[in-house]
């Protein structure tokens, strides 16, 4: 169990680290292209933060044959991004901070979107396909779609000269990196649930969903310190949309491709995920209507998510 507990703790480090050194050459491919903010955001900065999920779950159902691992670590970082690192934002904020109306239409709305669709496809079927994997890829699109229409009515970008050979190997370096980390912390993470005596699917939703958050925190942490409250959900908000429609429908897909039979999916914990509807209207509710989130709404954020994962250790998993 110690053994186990190390290296997951190894890989979150590494994981981290990894994913400061890609998302700080990503950023810079971002302006090398002259990228518009909005734009960077919505692709660049969105696999810079969700890009240890996306393994996770590619992992979870090619190698582990489990890819009920990879929809729980997915639902437990959507809950962490939306009550964790709000709250956290909020505390470490400078002052109360403030967040646009356009953030909750845009990826406010997008996001449980995608967390019905996702509701709706477990409650439908449990062949997941490529039908079902363009699906979500296509509702991603007009996400970007969106973004990009946003991004050119509000913003200019401008080229910055960069070593775009320098950063693009930096990326498949860092990238390898978070890939090797993200395998181990599966491989870890399944071993841990057997030497607790608990299934695998709760340590995914809650360890693994911890480790592989930490770039978003890292992103919200460092916008919330700037008073930045709109980057700061967004980043959140828009992590999550990535990580349903882009980072479970690629492993199908990959899934497909080498065995040519649809992914088995049996997720029997569907009340996990109309618990995430509700937090994610608890944060609505939160910062609607030009409210401020204050460290007060950070407390009470913390005690929401407190008693999710409770619910889920003794009653749901």
Same mark, same amino acid.
């Given at each position: 169990?110690?053994?186990?507990?190390?290296?997951?703790?190894?890989?979150?480090?590494?994981?981290?680290?990894?994913?400061?050194?890609?998302?700080?050459?990503?950023?810079?491919?971002?302006?090398?292209?002259?990228?518009?903010?909005?734009?960077?955001?919505?692709?660049?900065?969105?696999?810079?933060?969700?890009?240890?999920?996306?393994?996770?779950?590619?992992?979870?159902?090619?190698?582990?044959?489990?890819?009920?691992?990879?929809?729980?670590?997915?639902?437990?970082?959507?809950?962490?991004?939306?009550?964790?690192?709000?709250?956290?934002?909020?505390?470490?904020?400078?002052?109360?901070?403030?967040?646009?109306?356009?953030?909750?239409?845009?990826?406010?709305?997008?996001?449980?979107?995608?967390?019905?669709?996702?509701?709706?496809?477990?409650?439908?079927?449990?062949?997941?396909?490529?039908?079902?994997?363009?699906?979500?890829?296509?509702?991603?699109?007009?996400?970007?779609?969106?973004?990009?229409?946003?991004?050119?009515?509000?913003?200019?970008?401008?080229?910055?000269?960069?070593?775009?050979?320098?950063?693009?190997?930096?990326? =498949? $370096?860092?990238?390898?990196?978070?890939?090797? %980390?993200?395998?181990? &912390?599966?491989? *870890?993470?399944?071993? #841990?649930?057997? /030497?607790?005596?608990?299934?695998?699917?709760?340590?995914?939703?809650?360890?693994?969903?911890?480790?592989?958050?930490?770039?978003?925190?890292?992103?919200?942490?460092?916008?919330?310190?700037?008073?930045?409250?709109?980057?700061?959900?967004?980043?959140?908000?828009?992590?999550?949309?990535?990580?349903? =429609? $882009?980072?479970?429908?690629?492993?199908?897909? %990959?899934?497909?491709? &080498?065995?040519? *039979?649809?992914?088995? #999916?049996?997720? /029997?914990?569907?009340?996990?995920?109309?618990?995430?509807?509700?937090?994610?209207?608890?944060?609505?509710?939160?910062?609607?209507?030009?409210?401020?989130?204050?460290?007060?709404?950070?407390?009470?954020?913390?005690?929401?998510?407190?008693?999710?994962?409770?619910?889920?250790?003794?009653?749901?998993?």
């Amino acid at each position: 169990m110690f053994v186990e507990s190390a290296i997951i703790i190894a890989c979150s480090f590494a994981i981290y680290h990894f994913g400061n050194a890609f998302a700080a050459a990503s950023n810079r491919i971002g302006e090398h292209f002259a990228l518009p903010k909005g734009v960077k955001g919505a692709t660049l900065d969105a696999v810079s933060s969700s890009l240890p999920e996306l393994m996770v779950a590619l992992f979870a159902v090619i190698f582990f044959g489990s890819f009920d691992i990879g929809v729980a670590t997915i639902a437990g970082s959507a809950a962490f991004n939306l009550l964790i690192i709000p709250a956290a934002a909020a505390l470490v904020a400078p002052a109360a901070l403030r967040v646009g109306g356009h953030v909750l239409d845009r990826d406010g709305v997008f996001f449980f979107i995608s967390l019905l669709l996702l509701t709706a496809t477990l409650w439908y079927t449990s062949s997941w396909g490529v039908w079902i994997a363009l699906l979500f890829l296509g509702v991603y699109a007009v996400y970007v779609q969106r973004f990009i229409t946003h991004a050119k009515e509000n913003t200019t970008a401008k080229h910055v000269k960069t070593s775009l050979s320098r950063d693009t190997l930096i990326l =498949l $370096v860092t990238a390898t990196g978070i890939a090797g %980390a993200s395998y181990f &912390l599966v491989q *870890q993470a399944i071993s #841990l649930a057997h /030497a607790l005596g608990v299934h695998p699917t709760l340590i995914a939703f809650t360890v693994i969903a911890a480790a592989t958050s930490v770039p978003d925190m890292v992103v919200s942490l460092a916008n919330a310190r700037q008073g930045s409250g709109d980057d700061a959900l967004s980043n959140a908000l828009g992590s999550n949309t990535f990580n349903i =429609l $882009v980072g479970l429908p690629i492993p199908i897909l %990959a899934y497909v491709l &080498l065995t040519g *039979q649809p992914v088995a #999916l049996v997720f /029997a914990n569907t009340e996990i995920l109309f618990g995430l509807l509700a937090a994610t209207l608890v944060l609505v509710l939160t910062v609607a209507n030009g409210k401020d989130l204050t460290k007060r709404n950070g407390v009470f954020l913390l005690a929401v998510y407190a008693a999710f994962i409770i619910y889920v250790f003794f009653f749901s998993l």
